[in-house]
């Protein structure tokens, strides 16, 4: 699973990620689970039973890329009205995504992978980590992982066009 981790950022709610985490671990079924964080480095977080948030830190687009092709969950806050692009990042590379509800902001309207919690606490979200982990169905619906599907996975890789990916698939869900 990646998180999107900016310790320093109070408006992704890192301190309830890893709040929400160590509550999976400790009650839920998360022992086959590994847990990295991508967005700003920070020192390995221990999360309980031996299990830790491992820092991968600011990721070129490649390895972000690469990340996101072997990724079955993310989970990303935005404690702001701002749609905030890492969920929609993940989605479209056909990740099952937690992310937040804010105002009038709710992704799980337009995305079928993207799962919004309306409470920002560790228990609600613990529990709907615990429902996409017991979910055997990966990404959207099944459909294989972006890296297999070469032609967006290099339509995000070439320079110029990284948003066009995403933002193609945004515009048509929203038809």
């Not at 056909?94 to 799962?115: C, H, M, Q």
Request: charged content about 25%.
């Amino acid at each position: 699973m990646l998180v999107y981790g900016r310790p320093s950022v109070e408006r992704n709610a890192f301190p309830i990620i890893v709040m929400a985490l160590r509550q999976w671990v400790e009650t839920g079924n998360a022992d086959e689970w590994e847990f990295f964080s991508a967005g700003e480095y920070h020192e390995s977080i221990e999360l309980g039973k031996g299990k830790r948030l491992v820092s991968h830190g600011k990721l070129s687009l490649s390895d972000y890329a690469e990340e996101l092709s072997e990724t079955s969950i993310g989970l990303s806050l935005m404690i702001s009205p701002h749609p905030s692009y890492p969920p929609l990042e993940m989605s479209a590379f056909g990740v099952r995504v937690i992310t937040n509800s804010y105002n009038n902001k709710d992704l799980e309207a337009v995305f079928p992978n993207i799962r919004t919690v309306h409470s920002i606490d560790p228990e609600s979200i613990a529990c709907e980590l615990e429902r996409l982990a017991d979910d055997v169905r990966a990404g959207v619906n099944g459909l294989a992982k972006v890296k297999q599907t070469s032609e967006l996975y290099s339509q995000f890789l070439e320079q110029g066009s990284v948003f066009e990916g995403v933002t193609n698939y945004v515009l048509e869900r929203l038809r």
